[in-house]
């Protein structure tokens, strides 16, 4: 240990700034690399929900079940930032029961109207993130922490996560059973139906159907025996195809690059009525094949299970 310390005595420079210039060197900026290493696991699990995207599926589908309630309801990225805090990031924790819960809180019966005809409808309101937060008797500092969480979550790219946590295992294959696959052997589903993150415009919309990568010129075929309720041209969805089928449900093939139907045409199941393209409203070729029954979207893919 003697002949060490005499070691780095002698290495020392004999002025002062020479000593400082030695200490900045090979003491300060050795720790400040070794802060910074080490500070960035940290900062990014105080900042970052560590969720996944099946996990991420649960705040996603109980806020739009809530909205469709209620006509109204939360962000879901404020319930995973609520969830981020009260779990301590342990999302293994997380269930659809638990979200729906929690999204929940969100609407408050504020009373009721009574109509003429002596009707009785429930009146609700919106609450804030803060009075929420209340609710569950967070603390001033883990109510800062989850606004730090929804504050990454608001600004950071979630397409990946929004697209995987609605997507489909890999090797999927449809099982046609009413109806039949609009696209002939290709199952490769490039975003699906339910909330995203528009490839457009940037910003969280809802997809009210599944996009089918393909090639362009790829036939497309219709999914049920029908009428063509519409074949043209429909602003963002390019040139589409609409078509009526008995039990009050329609379908839709968009950003087709050509048409092969009339409207009012009569089509049987497996009768190619266009081909994939990519018009309208559209980052590249693909099929936007949309499902609804009595005028509402509903998931393509719970009709191929």
């Known amino acids: 240990m003697n002949v060490l310390g005499k ?3 002698a290495l020392l420079p004999d002025d002062l700034e020479s000593i400082f210039k030695f200490a900045l060197l090979f003491v300060v900026v050795p720790a400040l690399v ?3 290493i080490f500070a960035g696991p940290i900062t990014a699990f105080e900042k970052v929900p560590l969720i996944t995207a099946e996990q991420a599926k649960f705040y996603i589908n109980a806020a739009e079940k809530v909205k469709k309630e209620f006509n109204m309801g939360p962000d879901w990225r404020e319930l995973v930032a ?3 805090v009260r779990f301590k990031q342990d999302f293994s924790k997380a269930d659809p029961e638990g979200a729906y819960k929690l999204a929940s809180m969100f609407v408050k019966n504020i009373g009721e109207v009574v109509t003429e005809n002596g009707l009785h409808f429930p009146v609700y309101k919106l609450l804030s993130l803060d009075e929420v937060l209340n609710m569950l008797d967070f603390t001033e500092e883990e109510k800062d922490k989850v606004k730090e969480f929804l504050e990454f979550l608001k600004n950071a790219d979630l397409s990946f996560l929004l697209d995987a946590a609605s997507g489909v295992p890999e090797g999927w294959v449809p099982a046609e059973k009413n109806l039949k696959w609009p696209v002939p ?5 490039t975003s699906p139906f339910g909330p995203r993150i528009d490839p457009v ?6 997809h009210s159907g599944v996009d089918i990568g393909a090639p362009a010129g790829t036939p497309v075929v219709a999914a049920l025996d029908g009428e063509v309720a519409y074949a043209g041209w429909n602003d963002g969805y390019g040139l589409v195809v609409f078509i009526w089928h008995n039990n009050n449900l329609e379908t839709r093939y968009a950003h087709l690059s050509s048409i092969a139907v009339k409207q009012r045409q009569v089509v049987r199941a497996g009768d190619v009525i266009g081909y994939v393209g ?3 409203k559209s980052t590249g070729p693909h099929l936007h094949f949309e499902v609804r029954v009595g005028g509402r979207a509903v998931n393509p893919l719970d009709l191929f299970k």
């Open 34 to 36: 070794i802060a910074v």
């Open 201 to 206: 415009y940037g910003v969280e919309r809802f």
């Open 7 to 9: 070691v780095l005595l």
């Open 278 to 280: 990519s018009t309208g």
């Open 185 to 189: 052997g290709i199952y490769t589903i």
């Open 82 to 84: 609520i969830d981020a």
